[in-house]
C-alpha cells in the first residue's frame, strides 16, 4: 500500500517534526534517504545539522555549553575499597598489628585543545602524597566526616607540538618510566617535565628531563636574615634526566625496553633548605635527603608464552654514589656498601578482560642509604628503606570495569646492625626488624 | 584643487573597498592542497581578492567559524554536537556545504606483499589487536601504525568509519598530515596508514583494497568503498559577499574540476 519512498519521506518528515529523539539515531535512515534518490548530499547534510542543533538546543546534554577551543574532554575515575592487615615486629620481640577498613575515589578531568594543548585536574581523597585512602572510622566521631576531604591530586598542563614532544607543567603523574622500589606509583610531582619519544621501525628513543619542586623556601632573602642563618632562602628542587629504549621484536606485545635514570637534588645546602630536609638523616629522623645522587636503571622483557598468555620480566637496580658520606654523616661509615637497591620480578598473565587473571612474584632488597625514603613505596616495605623480601600479588577481572586484587609483602632488615629509616605505617619506630602487609582489594573503574 | 582631492579620497576608498580578503582556516585536507589551487584560480578572475589559508586540521576550522575568526572553516568531518553547542552559546549557525568528496584510503609499504585487507582486518590493526602482519597473511614483522594526529577530521572520521569509534592502539604514531604519513610508510617496510585520495600516489606505497573495493572516484561516487566521506566548508549561516562567491566558485564545473584534478572526487558529475 505504501511504497519505500513514502515511507522515508513519512520517516524524515517526523525526524524533523521530533528530531530530539531521533537526531543521535537517524544516521543510517538519512543514508539510505540519499541513496534511494529522495534527497541529495547536501540535503542531507543541512538534515543532519538541523537535527543536530535541535538536538543540542533542546536536550540537557545539548545545553552543556563548552569552550569552543576544547577538543575533547574526558571524566573518568576509580573507587577502591580495601581491607589491610598490616603488622610489625621489633628487634625486640615485640608485636604489633594495624587492621584497617580503608576506601579511596579518585576522579579525573581531562581536556584536549586546539593547537595541541591539553590540560587535566584528578581529585583525590587523602591528603598523604603517597596514598589517597581514607581509613573507615577514622574521624572524629561515628560517622564524622573529619578525614573524608577532596584534594587536588594533579592538575597540569601539557603542549605537544609534535608527535615526538610532550612539555608538562603541574602537578603531574610520574613521567618517569620506575618502578614502586624507588618512586611511590601514588606521588604526583609538582614541577616540569620534558619528554621526547621516536620510533624508527622496530627501535624506539624516549627521553625524559624533570625538575621538580621538592620543597618551596618561601621568601627570599628574608628580612632580617643575615649571611650567617640563611635559613629559608632557596627552593629545593629534585631533578631527574632519563634515557630509554625500546625494542619491539614481536608486535606491540614482545619488546624489551631499558631506562635509565640519574636523579640530583639542588639546593641542599644544610643552612639553607627548607627545615624538613635539612641537615642529615640520623637514627629519629629519616626525612633529610643529603648525599643523595641516585642513578636508576629500570628493565623490562614482555613476551608472549605459547598459550597465548601475556609474561613479563622486570627489574630496577639502583645506586647512591654519594652514599658513603650519606652513611659517615648518619654515624656508621662502616656501612658504606648500603648503597644499592634492586628489585626483580615476574608477572604471568594481564587481567584486562573480565575473568582473566594475573599473577606476580617480586623480591626486592634496600640498602638503608640507597634511596630517598620519602618516595620509596609506602605499602610494600612500610616506606622504608634497609629492608629486604617478597612480594606476591595478582588481579582477577571481575567484569570490565571491576577488578579483584590481592597483594602480600613481606620483608625484614637487610642489615640487622643498622635501623630500617622510613616514615612507615606500622609506626614510625625505626627498631622495626620484620614487616609484613596483607591487602585485598575491590577496584571499580569508571 | 578640492575636487580633485575628493575624487582622490573617493578612489582610493573604493580600491580598499574592493581589496577583499577571504580568511579561511581549517582541515589540513582541504587546505594543504585543494584551496589554495581553488584560491588561485579565483584569484584569476577576482584579482582583487587576497585570501589566508590556514591548514591545522578540521577543529580549527570550525573553532574559527563559532570564534568569528574565519568567513570559511574548512572540514574533512563533519561538526559534533559539542561544537554545534558551542557554536549556537555564541549565536553562530554552522551551515555545512559539501564541496568534495573524498575517500580514505590504507596504505602501506610497496615491498608490502599484502594488497588487500577486510573491514574487520583494518579495525583490528588499527585498535592493535592485531600486532603482526603475519596475522593477516603477510610476511612476519610488527606492524608500524601511523595515524593523523588529533585535531584532525581525518583521525577521527577513519575512527568513526574504520573503526567502530574505538580507540587507536597505544603504539600508533601520530603524524601532522597526509604527507608525513606517505612518507613515513614509504620508508617503513611494516608501516600502514591511511591518506586522503589525493595522496594515494605518493611515491613508496600502495594502496590496499577494502573487503575488495579500491577507493577511487568511481568507487567513491557509487558509494560502494566503505571509508568514503564528504568534505565541507563552514559557514556561519548562508555565506555572504566574497565568501558566498568562493563557494559558489568552488561547487562551480570550474571548481569542480579544481577539485577532480587535486585527486577528491567532485560532488555531482562532470563532463
Known amino acids: 500500500m505504501f511504497n519505500l519512498k513514502f515511507k522515508l519521506f513519512a520517516t524524515a518528515a517526523a525526524l524533523l517534526c521530533a528530531g530530539t529523539a531521533f537526531a543521535q539515531d537517524s544516521g543510517p535512515l538519512i543514508d539510505m534517504m540519499v541513496k534511494k534518490g529522495l534527497i541529495n548530499d547536501q540535503e542531507a547534510e543541512e538534515l543532519r545539522a538541523d537535527l543536530v542543533k ?41 608485636h604489633q598489628e594495624r587492621d584497617r577498613f580503608r576506601y579511596r575515589f579518585r576522579t579525573s578531568l581531562t581536556g584536549k585543545l586546539v593547537n595541541n594543548w591539553a590540560f587535566g585536574v584528578r581529585l583525590e581523597t587523602a591528603t598523604g602524597s603517597r596514598s589517597s585512602n581514607v581509613t573507615m572510622g577514622d574521624d572524629a566521631g561515628p560517622f564524622a566526616k573529619t578525614s573524608d576531604g577532596v584534594f587536588v591530586g594533579q592538575i597540569y598542563a601539557t603542549w605537544t607540538p609534535t608527535s615526538e614532544w610532550t612539555f608538562t607543567a603541574g602537578r603531574m603523574a610520574n613521567p618517569l618510566v620506575t618502578t614502586s622500589m624507588v618512586w611511590d606509583a601514588d606521588i604526583n610531582p609538582e614541577g616540569f617535565a620534558e619528554q621526547y619519544r621516536h620510533r624508527q621501525g622496530n627501535n624506539e628513543f624516549f627521553g625524559t628531563l624533570g625538575q621538580f619542586l621538592y620543597s618551596t623556601s618561601g621568601n627570599q632573602n628574608i628580612f632580617g636574615g643575615t649571611a650567617a642563618a640563611p635559613a629559608g632562602t632557596k627552593d629545593l628542587i629534585m631533578t631527574a634526566w632519563q634515557g630509554g629504549y625500546k625494542r619491539y621484536i614481536s608486535g606491540a606485545t614482545n619488546f624489551f ?23 642529615v638523616m640520623t637514627a629519629t629522623n629519616a626525612a633529610p635527603i643529603n648525599n643523595l645522587f641516585v642513578v636508576e636503571v629500570p628493565l623490562e622483557y614482555n613476551w608472549v608464552a605459547k598459550n597465548g598468555v ?29 648503597d644499592k637497591a634492586y628489585h626483580v620480578g615476574i608477572q604471568y598473565g594481564k587481567a584486562s578482560l573480565p575473568g582473566e587473571w594475573d599473577a606476580r612474584v617480586i623480591y626486592q632488597s634496600v640498602g638503608a642509604f640507597a634511596l630517598d625514603t620519602n618516595l620509596v613505596d609506602s605499602d610494600l616495605f612500610d616506606s622504608r628503606t634497609n629492608m629486604k623480601g617478597f612480594v606476591v600479588g595478582g588481579n582477577y577481572a571481575l567484569g570490565a570495569a571491576t577488578q579483584f586484587s590481592l597483594t602480600l609483602a613481606q620483608a625484614e632488615r637487610k642489615n640487622d646492625s643498622l635501623i630500617a629509616p622510613g616514615s612507615g605505617d606500622i609506626g614510625s619506630n625505626n627498631a622495626l626488624n620484620k614487616f609484613w602487609v596483607l591487602q585485598a582489594d575491590l577496584n571499580i573503574k569508571f | ?41 579565483y584569484k584569476a578572475s577576482h584579482p582583487g581578492t587576497t585570501f ?22 574548512m572540514s574533512s568531518r563533519r561538526a559534533k554536537p559539542t561544537e554545534m553547542s558551542a557554536a549556537t552559546a555564541k549565536g553562530i549557525s554552522l551551515k555545512p556545504i559539501i564541496v568534495a568528496f573524498d575517500g580514505i584510503g590504507v596504505i602501506v609499504n610497496q615491498n608490502n606483499p599484502l594488497s588487500a585487507l577486510t573491514k574487520r582486518q583494518v579495525e583490528q590493526i588499527f585498535a592493535g589487536d592485531i600486532t603482526d602482519w603475519s596475522q593477516v597473511g603477510g610476511t612476519a614483522g610488527p606492524i608500524s601504525i601511523y595515524t593523523r594526529n588529533t585535531s584532525s577530521g581525518t583521525y577521527s572520521d577513519f575512527k568513526e568509519l574504520a573503526m567502530k569509534k574505538r580507540d587507536y592502539a597505544s603504539s600508533s604514531q601520530k603524524m601532522a598530515g597526509n604527507e608525513q604519513i606517505a612518507s613515513e610508510v614509504a620508508k617503513n617496510a611494516n608501516g600502514i596508514g591511511y591518506v586522503g585520495l589525493a595522496y594515494l600516489h605518493d611515491p613508496g606505497i600502495k594502496t590496499a583494497a577494502i573487503d575488495g573495493v579500491i577507493p577511487s572516484e568511481a568507487s567513491v561516487i557509487e558509494k560502494k568503498y566503505p571509508y568514503a566521506r564528504p568534505t565541507f566548508y563552514y559557514t ?9 562567491k568562493f563557494v559558489e566558485f568552488t561547487l562551480s564545473d570550474a571548481g569542480q574540476k579544481v577539485v577532480r584534478k587535486v585527486g577528491f572526487v567532485p560532488v555531482r558529475p562532470l563532463n
Do not use: C, W
Open chain 1, 54 to 94: 535541535d538536538f543540542v538546543a533542546n536536550t540537557s546534554a545539548g545545553k552543556l555549553s563548552l569552550g569552543s577551543t576544547l577538543t575533547e574532554l574526558k571524566i573518568a575515575g576509580d573507587v577502591r575499597v580495601r581491607y589491610e592487615d598490616r603488622a610489625g615486629e621489633l628487634v625486640t620481640g615485640d
Open chain 1, 257 to 279: 625496553q631499558i631506562a635509565p635514570v640519574v636523579y640530583a637534588y639542588y639546593n641542599t645546602d644544610q643552612r639553607a633548605n627548607p627545615a624538613a630536609f635539612n641537615a
Open chain 1, 310 to 338: 601475556p609474561l613479563r620480566a622486570f627489574a630496577d637496580v639502583a645506586i647512591n654514589l654519594d652514599a658513603k658520606a650519606r652513611a659517615q654523616k648518619f654515624g656508621r661509615a662502616d656501612l658504606n656498601g648500603e
Open chain 2, 1 to 41: 584643487m578640492k575636487k580633485t582631492f575628493i575624487l582622490l579620497a573617493a578612489l582610493a576608498l573604493a580600491g580598499a573597498a574592493h581589496a577583499q580578503k577571504l580568511v579561511i582556516k581549517g582541515s589540513d585536507t582541504l587546505g594543504a592542497k585543494l584551496v589554495p589551487m581553488l584560491a588561485e584560480e
Open chain 2, 52 to 73: 589566508e589559508i590556514a591548514a591545522e586540521g578540521s577543529t580549527t576550522g570550525i573553532a574559527a567559524i563559532t570564534d568569528s575568526t574565519a568567513q570559511i572553516g
Open chain 2, 236 to 244: 556561519n549561516g548562508e555565506p555572504a559577499g566574497e565568501a558566498a
